[in-house]
């Protein structure tokens, strides 16, 4: 189907060189999972459409033929997604606590520690499953798995589960247990829950606040003790807590704790040029941290202003943007809890992308650019939901869900 050593350009990227084929079989290409992820890619470049594919039945993707259109969150989709953190918030194991004990008599299970949130591997991805549980019951109150998702989130997030989870927290010894990603993640569940009309979701909205007024001291007593921002493609990264934590404070009007992230914003990042785009990704990354930032910093600054520090941070976006530097990457092993992480990078990139291209000024040559590039990732990121294996299905919904339903902006 194809000739040795075509290259392709595409959401797999620029220069990618496919193997030659295995000429004494008549279906070697189908035989080779990143062949069939590579042709996927040729189609949805040529025809605009996307189809699942075997290893990812995520459903179907109608994508109308201009290259900026949204993707939209199809009945189908949100129904497999529900599915999938449904599953997961109440699997307990396996499981990664990451904790740090000072006797002996703390040793517990996961869901002794964290009742609310013991499921979906670890405590935040549990969290943000949450998160993708209460938003589509919201969005879309008469879908089938509606009856379900209410069911388990009055079991979970009850005022005794919270009140415990909260305890927790309150040792000296996990003040800096999920510090911030997991903080971030439950700090947008309560907003969430803020602007639902709903009576249940006054109930689960009330019993989170001893764990959220607990984490809002912990962010305001710790940001001015950050000396330096952590850039990785990886859970502590600053400018993702940062966007996160200005969206609650200006949601709740906190004006104390929003001019506070705004000053650490300013402090870390408005004097940042050059950033070597070019180095990103590492191998496990899910996370842009440089395109985590520009989402903070479209956050903080005027479009003009924006505009200005965007033409410092990234002078080559033009050329980066065309020749594969920016463009979406394959996971080559999906049952490998890192590496299935890059097709978390692929929905971070997605969403931040369209942020900075929805916060330019529209007359800004790149934005149409931007925004296609942003869709490339988005489509590509979201063949990878609903794989089939529990490494990416206990978290990846939840980046489609951001990323398609354009959270934060």
């Not at 520690?113 to 949450?130: I, L, N, R, T």
């Not at 962010?219 to 330096?228: E, M, Q, V």
């Not at 990704?281 to 985590?292: K, L, V």
């Not at 939901?385 to 990416?392: A, D, K």
Request: hydrophobic fraction near 40%; include cysteine; charged fraction near 20%.
């Amino acid at each position: 189907m194809f000739p040795d050593g075509l290259r392709l350009k595409g959401v797999f990227g620029a220069g990618r060189k496919l193997p030659p084929p295995n000429r004494g079989s008549p279906m070697f290409a189908w035989k080779d999972p990143f062949f069939r992820r590579l042709f996927v890619a040729w189609l949805l470049c040529s025809l605009m459409t996307v189809t699942a594919s075997a290893q990812s039945p995520s459903g179907k993707l109608s994508v109308e033929q201009d290259s900026t259109a949204t993707v939209a969150l199809t009945s189908d989709m949100a129904g497999q997604w529900a599915n999938l953190v449904l599953h997961g918030v109440d699997t307990e194991f396996p499981n990664k606590l990451s904790l740090v004990y000072s006797n002996p008599d703390q040793i517990g299970t996961p869901k002794e520690h964290f009742p609310a949130f013991y499921g979906c591997f670890d405590w935040h991805s549990s969290v943000h499953g949450h998160w993708v549980l209460v938003r589509l019951l919201k969005q879309s109150p008469e879908m089938p798995a509606a009856t379900k998702i209410r069911e388990t989130l009055a079991r979970h997030l009850t005022a005794e589960n919270l009140k415990r989870e909260a305890e927790f927290f309150a040792r000296e010894e996990n003040k800096s247990f999920e510090r911030m990603y997991g903080w971030a993640w439950f700090l947008r569940l309560a907003m969430e829950l803020d602007s639902f009309d709903d009576d249940d979701a006054v109930q689960w909205r009330g019993a989170l606040e001893p764990l959220e007024e607990l984490l809002v001291e912990r962010i305001t007593a710790y940001l001015p003790l950050l000396t330096f921002p952590i850039r990785t493609g990886q859970h502590p990264d600053t400018g993702f807590a940062l966007g996160q934590v200005l969206d609650y404070a200006r949601s709740r009007d906190l004006d104390e704790l929003e001019q506070l992230v705004i000053a650490r914003a300013r402090d870390f990042y408005w004097t940042d040029i050059d950033y070597p785009v070019q180095y990103e990704p590492s191998g496990h990354d899910f996370f842009s941290s440089a395109w985590n930032e520009a989402d903070l910093m479209r956050r903080v600054l005027t479009p003009e202003e924006f505009s200005d520090w965007l033409n410092t941070f990234v002078p080559k976006l033009k050329q980066q943007l065309t020749d594969g530097t920016i463009s979406p990457v394959s996971v080559s092993d999906v049952t490998d809890g890192k590496l299935v992480h890059l097709a978390g990078l692929n929905l971070n990139r997605a969403w931040c992308l369209q942020a900075v291209a929805n916060h330019l000024p529209e007359q800004h040559p790149l934005v149409n650019a931007i925004r296609t590039n942003a869709r490339e990732h988005l489509v590509a990121g979201l063949a990878y939901i609903n794989s089939g294996h529990y490494e990416g299905d206990h978290w990846l919904a939840t980046f489609g869900l951001y990323a398609i339903s354009g959270v934060g902006q």
